[in-house]
T-cell receptor
Framework: NAGVTQTPKFQVLKTGQSMTLQCAQD?????MYWYRQDPGMGLRLIYY???????DKGEVPNGYNVSRLNKREFSLRLESAAPSQTSVYFC????????????FGPGTRLTVT | EDQVTQSPEALRLQEGESSSLNCSYT??????LFWYRQDPGKGPEFLFT???AGEEKEKERLKATLTKKESFLHITAPKPEDSATYLC?????????????FGQGTELSVKP
């Protein structure tokens, strides 16, 4: 039982390049989330998916797109990377419909130069 | 606006020196408050969920409590392996779904 997995672990991009961060969970959770974590800012929600087939914006969605590929997988795409998107990105998953803890992946450290 | 504030930002303790971390929140209808532990270079790890004022949860040297305005994470006789960043998060009002609002965290360092 791997929990939540993310790929890649590290990535360096040049301004304007695009990339997709991958996330998968094996806990049969309905809901999945993408966060970014910056020093002094805490974890901020980028996008989330309450269930397969739905996605919604979080607190900081600009510059990102997401795809809920199936119940297990939720990807985050940067179409044209900017230095302001340098951050650590975490994917999480949880049950839906009540008060449930979220389980986090190990993170992707992204640097945009 | 829903808000979560943690204090102090950093805390240095000697091994065995008990202390508390604070999480103050301003939300429209608290549904649950969560505590997480985060080690350097890793994702947050779930510790506790508190649902209503007066509730307490314990795990080894950690005890979390909840009032109507704040939560405390009490650490009794800490050990160096308790060193980590501790994050607090809240799930607010019925319309928020499963979304969490996180505080900035408290970085705890326990020296032997």
């Amino acid at each position: 039982n791997a929990g939540v997995t993310q790929t890649p672990k590290f990535q360096v991009l040049k301004t304007g390049q695009s990339m997709t961060l991958q996330c998968a969970q094996d806990m049969n959770h309905n809901s999945m989330y993408w966060y970014r974590q910056d020093p002094g800012m805490g974890l901020r929600l980028i996008y989330y998916s309450a269930s397969e087939g739905t996605t919604d914006k979080g607190e900081v969605p600009n510059g990102y797109n997401v795809s809920r590929l199936n119940k297990r997988e939720f990807s985050l795409r940067l179409e044209s990377a900017a230095p302001s998107q340098t951050s650590v990105y975490f994917c999480a998953s949880s049950e839906w419909g009540g008060v449930y803890e979220q389980y986090f992946g190990p993170g992707t450290r992204l640097t945009v130069t | 606006e829903d808000q979560v504030t943690q204090s102090p930002e950093a805390l240095r303790l000697q091994e065995g020196e008990s202390s508390s971390l604070n999480c103050s929140y301003t939300v429209s209808g608290l549904r649950g408050l969560f505590w997480y532990r985060q080690d350097p270079g890793k994702g947050p790890e779930f510790l506790f969920t508190l649902y209503s004022a007066g509730e307490e949860k314990e795990k080894e040297r950690l005890k979390a409590t909840l009032t109507k305005k704040e939560s405390f994470l009490h650490i009794t006789a800490p050990k160096p392996e308790d060193s980590a960043t501790y994050l607090c998060a809240v799930q607010a009002g019925a319309g928020s779904g499963g979304k969490l609002i996180f505080g900035q965290g408290t970085e705890l360092s326990v020296k032997p």
